[in-house]
């Protein structure tokens, strides 16, 4: 039997991110977990007005980067959600470099890190909801198959729930989309 708990968002797991920007010539680190596809080529990170330093950063260069995130790196990636640009330099949490964009520093060890422009910003209650189109995808050769796609299974990204505030792992494969349901057999 279900039970009604409220208006409670039941929309997760999500994938963590990492969103790199570049503010007052410092490279910054947010955590943002909290992120969905709008459109094929575009999606939103939803960010707390509250963060004055990664706000100031992504809206004065109109990109940034957006990195998956996986096990090795998630101390960091938390580490990154705790404490606050403005206070602390965490610019050397993780080692990056600039590819094509600037205002986007690339996680040298992500498993799939995006360079970003943004497109439109969204203002919902407290949160900027920034609109992003990924320009330049790069990831680590070891997750791409033989027909050049991404292997999700084998990155397996780290995601994330706001209920209990824990990190989930990704699972196996267990089907095949627009596959499976052709041999449903209705009553
Ligand atoms: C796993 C995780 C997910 C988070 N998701 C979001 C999010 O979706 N949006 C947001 O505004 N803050 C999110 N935060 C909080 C910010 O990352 C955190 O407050 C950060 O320290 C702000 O950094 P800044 O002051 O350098 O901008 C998340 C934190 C963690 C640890």
């Known amino acids: 039997m279900q039970k009604n708990i409220?208006?409670?968002?039941?929309l997760y797991p999500t994938p963590v991110t990492v969103v790199g920007t570049v503010v007052e010539g410092r490279v910054n680190w947010l955590p943002v977990a909290h992120v969905g596809i709008v459109e094929h080529h575009t999606f939103m990170i939803s960010v707390d007005k509250a963060h004055e330093f990664s706000n100031k950063g992504i809206q004065q260069n109109k990109t940034v980067s957006v990195s998956l995130v996986n096990q090795k790196m998630l101390q960091a990636a938390d580490y990154c959600g705790?404490?606050?640009g403005a206070d602390t330099d965490k610019s050397d949490m993780f080692k990056y470099h600039f590819g094509r964009v600037q205002g986007a520093p690339i996680i040298d060890e992500?498993?799939?890190?995006?360079?970003c422009e943004i497109l439109d910003m969204v203002k919902v209650g407290n949160f900027n909801n920034y609109i992003v189109k990924p320009v330049n995808?790069?990831?680590?050769?070891?997750?791409l198959n033989e027909?050049?796609?991404v292997d999700y299974e084998k990155m397996s990204p780290v995601l994330f729930e706001f209920q209990n505030a824990n990190y989930l792992?990704?699972?196996s494969v267990i089907g095949k989309c627009w596959n499976i349901g052709r041999d449903y057999k209705k009553n």
């Open 169 to 171: 792992s990704t699972g």
């Open 110 to 115: 992500a498993p799939l890190s995006m360079e």
């Open 82 to 84: 705790i404490v606050k």
């Open 137 to 143: 995808t790069y990831v680590q050769e070891e997750y």
């Open 6 to 10: 409220g208006s409670v968002m039941g």
């Open 147 to 149: 027909r050049g796609k």
